[in-house]
DNA sequence: CCCTGATTCGC
DNA sequence: GCGAATCAGG
C-alpha cells in the first residue's frame, strides 16, 4: 500500500503522539507491519523517541515524551496556517471493530482515529487521553484537512500588520488547558 | 516470550 | 522508497 498523505499524517501524528510503531501500524490497517511504521518514520526525517535499546544513551536526560508541538497534516500550498495544524493524540487507542468501517450506527458515534480518511474533517474535539476525545468529522472543504469551518480557523491568510486582528487567537481543542 | 525502536539491505 | 529480517534492550 502507498504512503499517501493522509497516511502519513496519521502516521505522524501517532509518532509524535507517542503512540508506539505496533499501534500506529494497527491504525493503518490490517496487514501493515509496526516494521513499514518505524521504516517510514526514519524516512520521513521523524524519530528521536526513545527506543528501548536506545535507552541508556549517556546524554538521554529525560525521555521526555514531550506533547506533540507540531502539525499533523500537511498544509495546501500556498496558505500558511495561522495557527499550527492541531495534532493528533496518543492514548486514545480504540478497539478494533470486528466489522469493516462500514456506516457506523446511526448513533453519534466519537470520530475517532480510526474513522479518519481523506473525506471527513480530522480537527480534533477535546482532549487527547480523554475518553471522548474525538474528530470533527464533517465533510471536509475539497483539498483541505477540514471541513470549511476549523478550515477558516487553521488556514488564515497573513495580513498586513496594520489590519491585523489582535484579537486572542480562537482557543485551538486539543490544546492543554490552562 | 512478550514488547520496544534501530538498522540493514534486497527488492 | 519500501519493509522484512535482524539486532539489541526492557
Known amino acids: 500500500m502507498a ?60 525521555p521526555a515524551l514531550a506533547l506533540p508541538s507540531t502539525a499533523a497534516v500537511t498544509s495546501p500550498p500556498g496558505l500558511s496556517p495561522a495557527a499550527p495544524a492541531p495534532v493528533l493524540a496518543a492514548n486514545h487507542v480504540v478497539a478494533k471493530p470486528a466489522t469493516k468501517p462500514a456506516r457506523r450506527a446511526g448513533k453519534a458515534a466519537r470520530v475517532t482515529l480510526l474513522d479518519l480518511n481523506e473525506k471527513i474533517c480530522k480537527w480534533p474535539i477535546g482532549h487527547p487521553g480523554d475518553a471522548d476525545f474525538h474528530f470533527c468529522g464533517k465533510p471536509v472543504q475539497a483539498n483541505f484537512p477540514y471541513c470549511s469551518e476549523h478550515c477558516a480557523i487553521a488556514y488564515q491568510a497573513q495580513l498586513p500588520r496594520r489590519d491585523r486582528d489582535r484579537r486572542p487567537p480562537p482557543q485551538m481543542p486539543g490544546m492543554p488547558r490552562r
Open 3 to 62: 504512503w499517501t498523505e493522509e497516511r502519513i499524517a496519521v502516521l505522524k501524528a501517532g509518532w509524535e503522539g507517542g503512540m508506539t510503531a505496533s499501534q500506529i501500524a494497527e491504525q493503518l490497517g490490517e496487514g501493515v507491519t509496526r516494521n513499514a511504521v518505524i521504516g517510514k518514520a526514519h524516512r520521513l526525517g521523524l524519530e528521536a523517541r526513545p527506543s528501548p535499546v536506545k535507552a541508556g544513551d549517556e546524554t538521554a536526560a529525560s
